[in-house]
Each structure stands twice: as C-alpha cells, then as structure tokens.
C-alpha cells in the first residue's frame, strides 16, 4: 500500500462520483440475454477497494441448460475489480477458480490480492461457478445445513462422506426439491464464463484457471473459445486423466523432484549418497515400534504424504531440508522436522534478527544506518496496517454503494448478543439464522428472528435498528446471512459441489480398480498410505449419484488459442508433469515447470507472476523464463561434528 494508493483513495472516497463503466450494469448489463443485476459485495471488501468505483459486485443470470429454451436460470455471483490504469487494456483477466465448489466472491481482498500482479493494466473478473460459493442457491440444502448446522462447520470426513451423512442428507433434499443435477458439469459451466463476459461488457477477455479451474480452462478451449484470447492454466488437472484415480502420482512426482534435485547437487548427493532407499526406509520405520514421536504424537505410515503436503502448502525453504528429515526418519528421530515445521528455519523477520544474521561483517556507520532502516521499515508496516483499518471503515461508511450503515450496526448488535448466549441459546440462534439463506428478503421474518431469540433487555435498542433499515438494508442482511453461512461451512460446501460435479462426469472414468492399477507404479510405494484413505471415501460419495458422464469430455484439447500451462515441483494435488504433457495438443501452448513452487503455482514466487504476466501481455510472444533457475532449491547439509 503505497502513499499514493492511500491518496488516491481518500480522494475518490470524498467524492460523488462513481466509475462509469459500472453504469451500465446497475442498468442490467450488456447482453439482454443474460440480466445484470447489482448486489452490495461480501465484506470485507478491502482497504483499498471502494464499492461501486473500484469493486461492483452482483449476479449474472445464466441459463440453466445452454442452448435450450427451458427459461430456468442460474444467478451466478460475480465481482468485478477495476485496473487501477486510467487506460486499461480492452481485455479483462476472469479468474476460474479450483475445487470444483471453490469460491471467490466472498473473499474478495484473498483473491484481489493474488491476482495484484495483473491489475495495473487489466480488470479481474471473479465469480463463484454454478453450485459454488454464493451461487449455489439452486443446489444449497437449506433445511439439512439449518438442523446438522455444526456437523457443516466442524467437519469429520467419515461422518461427512457416510451413505447417511450430512452430505448424502443434502444430496437427498436437493434431488427431493426437483433440482435437476445433470446440467452442474464442466461444459455449462465453460458456457458460463462467455455469458458472464458477454453481460459484463468485454467482448473479449483472458482467463486464468487455477487446479480445477484449469479443467474448466480446457473445456473453455473446447466449448466455449468465443472471445477468448489467451488462457493461463496452472497446476494443471488434464481432462484426459483421471484426476482421482492418480491422486497419489501429484505427491510421487514431488518426493522425486527432490530426490532429483538432490542427486544433481554435488555437495547433497554426497550427503545424502542412498536418499532414495532413506525414503523407503522412512516409511518403513513410520509402520514399526516403538512409534516415531513428534511434539508428543505418534506418526503413522501416512505421515510421508502428509510431510509433502506441508512443503507443498509452505512458500519458503521446505526441499532444502528434507533429505536431512528423511535421514532422521529412518532412525526414529525427528529433531531437523521439528525445527523446520515450527518454522525454525525461516529467514529473520526483525530487525535486530536480521542485523544479527547479516550485519557481522558492516563498520559501526553503515550497521547503524541499517538498523535505522530496518527500524524505519517496521514503523511503516505498522503504520500500513493502521491505515488499512481506517480506510476500511471509511469506506463503509462513504462508499457509494451497499447497505446503509444501520445493517452493519445490527449485525454487531447481534454478533454481541450472541457471544453471551449459553450453548443451547446458540444453536437454536444459529439453525434459525442459517435458514435466512433460503429465504427472499423479508422484514417481518427478521422480527420473528429477533423476537425468538434476543434478551428482552435488548430488544428495544435491536428492534430500533431493524425499524431503521432501509429496503436495501433488509436484502443487504439476507446477504451477510448467506456469507456469514458459506464461510462458516466452506469446507463442507465445496466438498457437496465437488460430489455434484465430479461424481457425475468423472465416473466410470475414475474407479477403485483404476486407482489400483496407478497406485502399483508409485516411484514410492510408501505415500499410499496416505493417500488411499481419503480417496476411497470419495468413491463411496460418488456411489450415491447417478452418473452423466459426456462422450468426448476426457478427450485431450486441441486448440490454437496461446496458452501458458504452469506447474511446480512441490505440487501434490496434481500432477507436476501436467504442463508438459497438456500442452501436446495446444499448439499455441508453452509449458513452464517452477521449482520450489506448490499448488497455485503464482502464489509461491514473483518469478511465477512475471512469466504469467508477460504471457498475457504478448500471448503470441515466446515466455521469458530466465528467472526460473534460480528457484531450484539449495539443500541443508547438516556441519560434521568436530
């Protein structure tokens, strides 16, 4: 957050006036075919962000079967984040998010800040696909998530998963209210994304698939390439493979990436000679007694797939030091994992740490003019933060437009009353309001709520506010009651959608005896153990659904559209070979592998967001990946002993 953005800010927060190009979706849109309709966005919104001059969001209504005359429609939740160029490039990036049943719109300032890199010159697109995030109102089990609301938000994945679970319960409701399931598929949904654009105004655009969303990608080429005009796909799910079936291949190719890196480093090959049968000998040891011990818990066989799922999630040095882990491992010890999960390794992050770290060597003038820098830098961060706060209050309270500031004051009222309630109080608080989300916006049932379950005591001031709302306010409450539900129960949710989406046209095409065959390849056996769990529970989720799958959807894509496939060597939810391989019938396609980078490669370094950037700059260009070498990691080799 520089001065200037802060500036700026407070002037366009002081003033009238709103962004014009807004107008004409406050007016329905641009495509009489799919209706606009402007909705306040789920706060927070972010510091920076001002509602209806850097942000608008609302609904696009999109048909529920393309290409049929039903008249059933699907109300898709979109945000739109203006560049901050007062000339912006024509073609906005639409962000396709992963899962399936992800979610962006009601994390607004998450996603605005992952895609930072972009906006200097180009609008975001974010919306939540059909059955995701706060556009699954066609598919949400109002009554299921209201009665089990905690079994929701707390989840247990063998309740959750179970033939008489919460999810199956949900399936249930959502089939018994006459929801046809079969048009929630990848195709529509690629369908979904041109209407978006269309009704938003930009006739041709970028989009930038991440994980599932890279699928959607590959399927946008296929069904949909209408005003596409270059497609980034990163941590690739290939349509051609059966993503759940290989589900351990994505952290095999991970453990190999570092054995490889290892074994072409001089000083750590000469380590670590035998790292590959340490591997094996670590994972043996984790089935033996007496059990390995960490912090006081036992590690289990799994624990090797778990270890690589850590350095997939860590932006930070991870690989360096795990031929040391495994070391330690195969002898029951895990001093070195300890130190590196607990972030023991970490570069400094104070000023004195930093001093200290690499300041030895400075005379006394240049040590003191550091550390007046390195003290100055932290003033300012402080300081940011500061102003985040007060810039987003102020623009709640100016933003142009949104609810009025009473719908925020009940909200509060009512957060307090409810940290005073006793259990019981609060779940009956609880299963009532989640049932708002089902509901069209109604200021008698608000007085019903109210009455139920507010102290007499405070009645008269709530019961003040609610007559103070305006209409928009009233919707505006309804809407918070949807957020505050989705972010409560996210988890669950995209687990439901991913069930929907998944289960139907990924199956036969996915199967236990495919897995099977897939999981007797691994490079390291030992990683089934914590891998075959989780994934079998998918497959007794998916025996409850019809199955719909599509001729030619597992097809690979052919396509001439530029397209940037990306993936990282840390990456264990897919396959890190992925780029390579999906880009052998794109033949615009470049391929771009990222050491030390995980899934959602662009989040893990700036050498990511550069190559993706240029890419969208000049679609027709060669990448320039110069700075891709300097990620490979650089490997802890413990001092001998005197």
Not at 119 to 140: C, E, K, N, P, Y
Not at 225 to 250: C, Q
Request: charged letters at 25%; one cysteine or more; hydrophobic letters at 40%.
């Amino acid at each position: 957050m520089s001065p200037d953005q802060i500036m700026l800010t407070l002037i366009a927060l002081m003033t009238s006036a709103t962004e014009p190009a807004f107008d004409p979706l406050k007016k329905g849109g641009h495509d009489p075919r799919y209706p606009v309709t402007v909705e306040a966005c789920p706060r927070p919104i972010g510091a920076l962000e001002i509602e209806g001059k850097t942000v608008l969001c609302g609904r696009v209504s999109v048909p529920e079967l393309h290409g049929s005359d039903t008249g059933e429609t699907i109300p898709l939740a979109f945000a739109v984040l203006k560049s901050r160029s007062a000339a912006p490039a024509p073609d906005p990036v639409i962000y396709l998010h992963g899962g399936p049943g992800g979610y962006t719109v009601q994390d607004i300032p998450f996603n605005a800040k992952i895609f930072d890199f972009l906006r200097d010159r180009r609008d975001i697109v974010l919306f939540d696909q059909r059955g995701s995030g706060i556009s699954d109102q066609t598919i949400a089990c109002y009554n299921e998530l209201a009665a089990d609301f905690l079994q929701f938000a707390k989840v247990d994945d063998e309740k959750l998963f179970d033939a008489e679970g919460p999810l199956a319960r949900c399936l249930t409701e959502t089939v018994d209210a006459g929801t046809d399931l079969e048009p929630y598929n990848t195709t529509q949904s690629a369908k979904d994304v041109r209407a978006i654009m269309h009704a938003l105004g930009y006739p041709e655009y970028n989009a930038f698939g991440i994980s599932y969303g890279t699928k959607l990608g590959q399927e946008l080429l296929r069904s949909a390439p209408e005003g596409l005009r270059a497609l980034v796909i990163d941590s690739i799910s290939r349509v051609d493979n059966p993503a759940y079936d290989t589900n351990g291949v994505p952290p095999d190719q991970a453990l190999g990436w570092m054995v490889d890196y290892c074994m072409a480093d001089k000083a750590c090959a000469a380590a670590y000679p035998d790292l590959e049968e340490t591997v094996h000998a670590s994972g043996k040891r984790l089935t033996e007694d007496p059990k390995v011990m960490l912090s006081g818990e036992e590690l289990g066989p799994g624990f090797i797939s778990d270890l690589m799922d850590l350095s997939n999630s860590r932006a930070m040095p991870f690989t360096a030091y795990l031929p040391q882990v495994f070391t330690e491992l195969a002898d029951g010890k895990t001093a070195t994992l300890e130190k590196l999960i607990k972030g023991g390794f970490n570069p400094p992050q104070s000023s004195d740490a930093i001093l200290a770290a690499y300041g030895k060597d400075l005379d006394a003038l240049d040590r003191t003019l550091a550390e007046v820098a390195l003290k100055q830098a932290e003033a300012m961060r402080t300081d940011e933060a500061n102003v985040a706060k007060l810039l987003t209050t102020l623009s709640r309270d100016l933003s142009a437009s949104g609810p009025a500031r009473t719908e925020a004051l009940l909200d509060q009222a009512l957060s307090d009353v409810a940290t005073t309630m006793e259990a019981d109080a609060l779940l009956a608080f609880l299963h009532d309001y989640v049932l708002f989300i089902g509901q069209s916006p109604d200021r008698d049932r608000i007085a019903a709520f109210l009455d139920a379950h507010i102290p007499e005591t405070e009645k008269p001031r709530i019961m003040g506010l609610l007559a103070a709302m305006t209409e928009e306010d009233i919707a505006a409450f309804y809407q918070r009651a949807r957020v505050d539900s989705a972010n409560l129960t996210a988890q669950s949710r995209v687990m439901f959608t991913l069930g929907i989406i998944a289960c139907q046209e990924d199956y036969p095409f996915n199967s236990r005896d495919g897995y099977d065959a897939v999981a007797a390849t691994y490079r390291f056996p030992e990683l089934d153990a914590g891998v075959r769990d989780g994934t079998m529970i998918l497959y007794d989720f998916c025996d409850l659904f019809e199955k719909h799958p599509r001729d030619g959807f597992h097809e690979p894509v052919v396509s001439d559209i530029p397209v940037l496939a990306m993936a990282g060597t840390k990456d264990t939810k897919t396959n890190p070979d992925a780029a390579e391989k999906v880009v052998r019938t794109l033949s615009n396609g470049q391929a771009v592998l990222f050491p030390e980078a995980g899934h959602a490669v662009i989040q893990f370094s700036k050498c990511a967001q550069d190559v993706a950037l240029g890419f969208i700059e000049d679609p027709d260009a060669p990448v320039n990946v110069a700075c891709v070498e300097s990620l490979k990691p650089k490997f802890y080799v413990p001092p001998k002993p005197d």
